[in-house]
């Protein structure tokens, strides 16, 4: 799985757009692009996914570059419970042998500030 | 999204004894995987846990130490055996929506060996 390499911390201010980047420049074709959250003490929390083409749902909305190197999950309005650490991960879809497993690095601390 | 429970959240043990950890999913998953977190770190995969299959080991785990069950498309056991300090950790479980390509989180369980 390629690695990916993200802020180690960011702060935001509350009410205003979070923009948390990933590089992800050894990305292979059928890779997709992943975001997940882990609020303090608590299970890890699906935000979104996207292999090329930019992705909105109700939580976040990401941006995937066209050469696929790196994203941006934007959080449009952020909160204070947004304050989280965010993991962007790359992953072989499930259907594949050895696929769907998620590997995780250092994540990004996003603190929302009032 | 499916609904994840795991079984204990917490646990102290003594060392050299076992534990282990449920996890039930409210729907059929094919593909479950179970997670450690130790203290402050990131989360670290230790093995794929497929219906009808063995579980698949991640490198520096192995089965005598981690023995895992999946004897069916709803629950997954994960025992942590011959326990020591360094055992400490959280461990979580997680299943994958193959479909929507989605993999949700357990709770964790929170394990401290003295």
């Known amino acids: 799985d390629a690695k990916t390499t993200q802020p180690t911390s960011m702060d935001c201010a509350e009410g205003r757009a979070a923009n948390l980047p990933c590089n992800h420049s050894t990305i292979s074709g059928n890779e997709y692009v992943y975001w997940y959250r882990q609020i303090h003490s608590q299970g890890p929390q699906y935000i979104i996914h996207?292999?090329?083409n930019n992705e909105t749902n109700e939580m976040a909305s990401l941006i995937i570059t066209e050469d696929r190197k790196s994203s941006t999950l934007i959080l449009p309005h952020a909160t204070l419970r947004d304050t989280a650490v965010y993991y962007c991960?790359?992953?072989?879809?499930?259907?594949?042998?050895?696929?769907?497993?998620?590997?995780f690095g250092q994540g990004t601390e996003l603190s929302v500030k009032p | 999204s499916a609904v994840i429970s795991q079984k204990p959240s917490r646990d102290i043990c003594q060392r050299g004894t076992s534990l282990t950890i449920q996890c039930q999913v409210d729907s059929q998953v094919t593909m479950m995987f179970w997670y450690r977190q130790q203290p402050g770190q990131s989360l670290t995969l230790i093995a794929t846990a497929n219906q009808g299959s063995e579980a698949t080991y991640e490198s520096g785990f192995v089965i005598d130490k981690f023995p895992i069950s999946r004897p069916n498309l709803t629950f997954s056991t994960l025992t942590v055996s011959n326990m020591s300090p360094e055992d400490s950790s959280i461990y979580l479980c997680s299943a994958e929506d193959r479909q929507r390509r989605e993999q949700y989180f357990g709770p964790g369980t929170r394990l401290t060996v003295t």
């Open positions: 996207g292999l090329k």
């Open positions: 991960i790359v992953r072989f879809p499930s259907s594949i042998n050895q696929g769907g497993k998620l590997i």
